[in-house]
DNA sequence: TTGTACGCGTTATCAT
DNA sequence: ATGATAACGCGTACAA
């Protein structure tokens, strides 16, 4: 059924006024128990939701704007956006999804943000950019407008939360994991060094060799473009070293990279992982299938939408005072969350870092006797 | 800036009504041409946007609600999605994003049918959900509504309107490319055969044979669940068949399977595509990454969103009469759209099927001497 | 051709 | 504790 039931028929019904029906409905405290439970009850029982439009211009918005290139090869971003409307939808809010495309000048760029600004459709906003995009977002802080960026930008200031990967811890897993096995020369490709999880993987594998007593030889250092023909490239002076100075081992900043570096090593008749070792960063979804199936550095990219999609509503609490009740039972879920979560969530600090994890597989030759 | 800017500031600044604003914004017949352009030039100079909610709240939504599963491991959904959210932004609308749980009860989807219905936020619906999901959906045809499905489901009825490729040409076309390279013993592992698309490559296989004047043999057909470990399972008894039954060449129902199948064919020290040929279906990302890289039929995904969603703007077309007109020449993107496509597009048929395309990469052996 | 007035569903404010 | 009323911003009959 569920047809035009407007909070009109419910005063109706209740023989109340719809501001009473209201304020039930958002849990004022100014209503009297047994009003409210007769209210509630029948909201329940005809199955009453209020118009998300309606709400919307009554400066109520149910909805969070969620940005996202539209470029993006990069499949993890789905994985993220995953993460974004589970919690968004557990909430009881809906997502509203913009996608922005890289290549686009600032204009294309500004005319989403603007849309999204001056169309007032959203309560909040959830930034997936890698790389520069994000840093355009950084001047649209606003006290009453919470905003969340995800990913690997640089965070633009103290101000702006984001939420991001310990991407320096999760280098050193995999490099100290390397010397485990007995690996001595551990090469590195980097990502592109304008992206601050390049660099910090990076920094990671310095420090870890750093650590090891391991001397950094910056002919084992290449840098490559996040892409597998990149990272074919990036491999190509490795092999042709001479074998006394070959690296043993191939510390890849992404996946994507690490698939061009197996296909290299075809080439050159290189076995993966008896010749060279081989470790990525992300574990995306088909590094499991490669052969041979990829170690590598897994990056919590569901988790990391959750997360942020948490911090952005801890936001929104803070910017509407201590609001945001459950609508009755049928939205329990929310209240539940509320109620479990909130007191903390509200706590959450501006910038967070979630933990990588390392995913041992073939191609780092863990199953292989120590060298 | 971009700020609390509404049509009464338009409508005093061109010192006119806000009823002439929309009507001149809304491309109404009934406006002075010489008053339309200088409200519109007002409008253009002063950036002003209507508020969504508002007009969302006046029956005039500018929000497409998009459905597709939580839990899609499958990965080209995203990019269906991508190819939706694209032609949505180019439209000047935006696209509301919901996730059903594809293990939740019935009640859970409904759950969140429901909220789309009622909460009557978004003016059109595109369900991408494969499989059983899918059904659901059907019930929900109303006139007043627009519905489009994308997907491999059945179509639920004539009137549903819907977007699908054509997977029997697929299947054929990979069959005979493999007959092409001399292969005569060609074993298909299908899909779950309660889903149409699995059933329609079983179809396109055999009539593929029949064309080319070769024996079905039932045990040259294994079925398969479209992951890769049923892949791997489903490869096993065709690779203990004795060595002249053994099939020379394996169609796989996606790629998934595919990667399955290499996996067990390096157990079984068979070499692809020396001594196994393999093709699989739908040309996921990492297919092109694979040692040996995967010849597939490709979806065309992207494609497949765009057209769902230019499907769904010409029924909304339909439904509301005639109207949808460009805002000025801030949304001149759309209305290029409209004129340049609209005519043909609102005469777009309820069913429409896309082709595959067969990318020939190593996996099929094609540059090896024909057999 | 243009203006007036109402409706959409909710929340806030001020009364009671 | 509850009710009445005024926004919120836009589209659109209906009137002029």
């Known amino acids: 059924m569920a047809t035009k039931l407007t909070i009109d028929d419910i005063a109706r019904l209740a023989g109340v006024s719809k501001a009473t029906v209201s304020r039930a409905m958002n849990g004022k405290p100014d209503v009297d128990p047994a009003t409210r439970e007769r209210i509630l009850s029948i909201v329940e029982k005809e199955g009453f939701k209020p118009s998300a439009t309606a709400v919307g211009l009554a400066g109520r918005s149910h909805l969070i704007s969620v940005l996202i290139p539209s470029m993006a090869s ?57 790389g520069q995009l994000g840093g355009h977002i950084a001047q649209l802080y606003k006290p009453d407008f919470p905003i969340v960026m995800i990913d690997d930008s640089e965070p633009p200031s103290d101000k702006m939360p984001w939420v991001g990967v310990r991407n320096s811890e999760g280098a050193r897993k995999a490099v100290f994991h390397l010397y485990s096995l007995g690996h001595r020369r551990i090469a590195h490709v980097t990502g592109p060094l304008q992206r601050l999880c390049s660099r910090e993987r990076l920094e990671g594998y310095r420090s870890a060799l750093a650590d090891l007593g391991l001397e950094y030889d910056p002919a084992l250092v290449v840098s490559g473009e996040f892409s597998a023909p990149s990272g074919h490239a990036a491999a190509l002076p490795l092999f042709n070293l001479p074998a006394d100075q070959r690296p043993t081992a191939i510390f890849a900043a992404n996946d994507f990279m690490a698939y061009g570096i197996i296909d290299a090593a075809h080439s050159y008749h290189l076995r993966i992982p008896e010749d060279i070792a081989l470790i990525g960063f992300d574990d995306t979804s088909s590094s499991v299938h490669m052969q041979p199936s990829l170690t590598t550095v897994r990056q919590p990219f569901y988790e990391l939408g959750q997360t942020g999609c948490q911090l952005l509503f801890s936001l929104l609490e803070q910017s509407r005072s201590g609001r945001f009740q459950a609508y009755g039972k049928s939205f329990s879920s929310f209240a539940t969350m509320h109620a479990k979560d909130f007191k903390q969530v509200a706590a959450m600090p501006a910038h967070i870092y979630l933990d990588t994890e390392l995913m041992v597989r073939k191609s780092c030759g863990a199953d292989l006797p120590v060298r």
């Open 74 to 130: 990069e499949t993890y971003i789905f994985d993220i956006l995953r993460g974004v409307a589970d919690v968004v939808t557990e909430a009881g809010y809906e997502l509203v999804l913009y996608s922005v495309n890289e290549n686009a000048q600032d204009n294309n760029r500004n005319t989403v943000i603007d849309r999204i600004l001056t169309s007032k459709l959203s309560a909040a906003l959830l930034a997936i950019l890698p």
